[in-house]
């Protein structure tokens, strides 16, 4: 579901369940990557999808079915990821090899930088036409307020808007745009270039950059 792996200096987690869409059994796995992770002496973290998918975001099969009656506690708790990452002691590099939609456009969005495959794959928020109905929570906006520009933002959700590679390159939701074949090493140079820091300044300065953010996130208050 999860494998982790070093490269000097970085840890990488492969994310590999299919659509790597976020169920019960998928977000305890991450959180146990991540806390292996920070356990670990790596200076950076990459978060890398597999196939077509970096991740489809929310699994809505599973919260109908099996997650129902904690599906309040679940959203709760895939924020509580998001609010993670933002706060996480080392930085950490998003490589989006495919598609990333919904609530895995938001765990994108949660680390420090993102690289994209510019020749397949979208980065999409498309709540507004999902079915279900399922709103933003106020956590989630503030999440992707506080990374996309106002006016990205404001389409990106209003519209549900699927942006390519480059498309998502020139409206500043990723940093890079490369072919599949160089994404992986791309993401491991951009995040070994951040890291180096002690972790102590890092957490620290993270957690007061993000603290409204992370405030509106551990919030049980839904939109």
């Known amino acids: 579901m999860i494998s982790s792996s070093h490269e000097d200096g970085v840890v990488i987690l ?5 659509e790597n869409r976020l169920n019960g059994n998928f977000v305890e796995a991450f ?6 992770a920070e356990g670990s002496c790596a200076t950076a973290l990459v978060c890398i999808g597999s196939g077509r998918f970096y991740s489809t975001g929310l699994d809505l099969e ?5 997650g ?3 599906a309040e506690d679940f959203v709760f708790h895939v ?3 998001y609010a993670r990452l933002l706060e996480f002691p080392i930085p950490t590099v998003a490589a989006l090899n495919g598609h990333a939609f919904a609530g895995g456009a938001m765990l994108a969005l949660a680390h420090d930088a993102r690289l994209m495959r510019s020749d397949r794959g979208y980065f999409c928020l498309p709540e ?3 079915a279900t109905g399922r709103p933003l ?3 989630m906006i503030e999440l992707i307020r506080s990374r996309l520009a106002p006016q990205v933002c404001h389409e990106a959700i209003l519209t549900g808007r699927r942006y390519g590679g480059d498309e998502a390159l020139s409206c500043g939701i990723v940093e890079s745009a490369c072919s599949a074949s160089t994404l992986r090493d791309a993401a491991i140079r951009r995040a070994r270039g951040l890291g180096g820091h002690p972790r102590k300044n890092v957490k620290r300065i993270k957690t007061q950059l993000s603290e409204r953010v992370c405030k509106a996130l551990r919030s049980r208050e839904h939109g």
């Open 14 to 18: 492969e994310m590999d369940d299919g």
């Open 31 to 36: 959180a146990a990557a991540l806390d292996a």
């Open 62 to 66: 599973w919260l109908s079915g099996e």
């Open 68 to 70: 129902r009656r904690a």
């Open 79 to 81: 924020q509580e990821i």
């Open 128 to 130: 507004i036409d999902l």
């Open 137 to 139: 929570t106020p956590g």
